[in-house]
């Protein structure tokens, strides 16, 4: 039974890191899941601390990204559009022109999204980049949170 545990919860975890570049997948509550799974083996424990240390990091690392990308959209007036925009952007850029379609994707649909506004280029450049670093922002603090919890349950499940 360990073994099926470690294995699943190895596959949340990877998933959860995945998740952090795409925004359909919820990395770090994924991450958090392979975790619980590895705490289910009895040979494996965390400490309850520790498990309701990474609960609260995971809820609010997940509510934070949900508001980096409008938060940083809305101090430099873009738009909603901007942040589905940077999304959609990064979605299409992870399958279409992978490593650097994460890159330029958010960027390009962010100020697509602006530009359908009705915004001038100067106006969507701006609010393009700004709902970009908000959304890199966000991004970059869900693959900490979901690299941590990775690289604890690679230590509890295998050098332990």
């Not at 899941?33 to 809820?59: E, N, R």
Request: net charge positive.
């Amino acid at each position: 039974m360990d073994i099926a545990l470690i294995i699943i919860g190895l596959l949340f975890s990877i998933f959860g890191l995945l998740g952090c570049l795409l925004p359909v997948i919820p990395g770090p509550p994924l991450s958090y899941i392979g975790l619980l799974l590895l705490h289910a083996a009895p040979k494996y424990q965390f400490s309850s601390k520790f498990l309701i240390i990474m609960a609260v990091i995971t809820l609010v690392v997940t509510v934070l990204d949900n508001f980096m990308p409008a938060w940083s959209a809305k101090r430099s007036g873009g738009s909603k559009r901007a942040v589905w925009g940077s999304m959609i952007g990064l979605a299409a850029g992870f399958f279409i022109f992978p490593p650097f379609g994460l890159i330029i994707g958010p960027f390009l649909g962010a100020v697509i999204g602006e530009l359908s506004t009705g915004k001038n280029s100067n106006e969507a450049l701006k609010s393009g980049f700004s709902t970009f670093i908000g959304f890199l922002g966000g991004v970059a603090i869900k693959l900490a949170a979901s690299g941590v919890m990775f690289w604890y349950f690679i230590k509890m499940a295998f050098f332990t």
